[in-house]
């Protein structure tokens, strides 16, 4: 899940005030493979978001999977399509992406966030 370069912090700098905000108490778990597509396209930008927004490389637990979708893991957390990412805040998941969203996993993974401080 290496950083995507050329990924422009200042255009998405509300995705990353708000995974700024909760950094330092998230775990991030991710599957995925070099194998997928979608992982190729979605996960660069994803690992460019963490870095802007400081979420230290020992909080993102990173399971590679198989092509039959397994892989550690994936039984526990539902994984059925990739990329699945998983944030957890005190052991509890608050947001999820699943393979694909009209919007990157880093601003729909933020809006997740945004709505559960708004619910709070």
């Known amino acids: 899940m290496e950083p ?11 995705t990353v005030e708000t995974l700024s905000s909760v950094a330092d108490d998230l775990t991030v778990r991710v ?25 230290p490389d020992e909080q993102v637990l990173v399971y590679p999977v198989d092509r039959e979708k397994q892989g550690e893991l994936t039984d526990e957390y539902g994984v059925e399509y990739i990329p699945t990412i998983v944030l957890e805040i005190a052991g509890e998941e608050v947001a999820r ?10 601003v729909y993974l933020a809006d997740q966030l945004e709505d559960l401080e708004a619910t709070a």
Do not use: M
Request: charge should be negative; aromatic fraction near 10%.
């Open 4 to 14: 995507n370069p050329v990924w422009d912090e200042a255009a998405n700098e509300s």
């Open 97 to 106: 992406f699943v393979e694909a969203e009209p919007v990157g996993a880093a």
């Open 31 to 55: 599957w995925g493979a070099d194998w997928c597509g979608d992982c190729r396209a979605v996960l660069p930008d994803f690992g460019a978001a963490l870095a802007a927004a400081g979420v």
